[in-house]
């Protein structure tokens, strides 16, 4: 099976690791050499820690001689399958599907990684909606278990039904969801949980060492939410809660996000967000 993974960020190349290290052969295509040589850094660390624990029992090179990366779509004019892990910009995700569906074959399932945006307004344009899908991942992809699997409703059945297939063989579980909602399921939660986590530090209720401790020790969450938030990246958390206000769920007042991304406090990938990275680009446990 051949799968291409446009965009080689936080989750793109996280999506092509578990794909390859499940045994695909994966076209992973970035906009430069650059971004993809620091994809081709982080994937072959992540897996060396994975084999280092006998998680996976072929070595990073096995895996990774898998991958081929490139600059150009053309790679991916044999694929079966493609994902689409590109910031949560609609008119950037319909490009890349643009130019998905002029080099696939027909044939090919376009999925799109999107957190938030209606998997609708993707697939309307391309010339074959009823094979465009929603396969959300998480974050970090080779860990995480769940992928929600959004039909929209052009998708086929069968379309629907492969891509539940696709993440099993992942070693993911797929979650199928029955209607079309901005931010899905996960990410609703999510957000509703980050939401007041905020609003209670900036009324004065409580300390974000407060709420992390209390998301920790109670609710027995692997992270606190701030914490959480720094790992995902605020930018990405304030472009989600954007794109599901404009789509109408209710708006987030959450000033100590849009501050910290205004000063470039973008979380473990900048060094610095609600807590601080010595390394950036490297999490550890606050
Ligand atoms: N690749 C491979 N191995 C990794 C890894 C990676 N990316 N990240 C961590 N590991 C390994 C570590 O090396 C460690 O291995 P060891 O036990 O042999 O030392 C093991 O995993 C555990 O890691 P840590 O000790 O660093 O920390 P944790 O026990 O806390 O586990 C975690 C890390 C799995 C990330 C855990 O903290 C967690 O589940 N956090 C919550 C993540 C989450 O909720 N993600 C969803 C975010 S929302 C999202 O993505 C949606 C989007 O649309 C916004």
New binding site residues.
Partial sequence: MRIAVVGSGTMGHGIAEVAAISGMEVKLIDVSWDILSRARERMTE?LR??HE?GAIRESPEQVMARVEMSISYDVAKDVDFAVEAVPEVLELKRKVFQELDRVTPKGTILATNT?SIPISDIAEITGRRERVIGM?F???P???KLVEVIPSKYTDEGVVQFTVDLAKRMGKVPVRLRVEVPGFV??RI?LRLLQESCREVESGEATIQGVDYTARNVMKL??GMFE?AD??GLD?IVD?WKVITERGAEDVPCRMFRERVERKELGVKSGKGFYSYPSPGK?V?V
């Fill in positions: 992540s820690r994975l624990r957190s959300h998480f974050n970090p080779p860990l995480m996960s990410n999510f692997p992270m959480l790992y995902v990405v989600l999490y446990k």
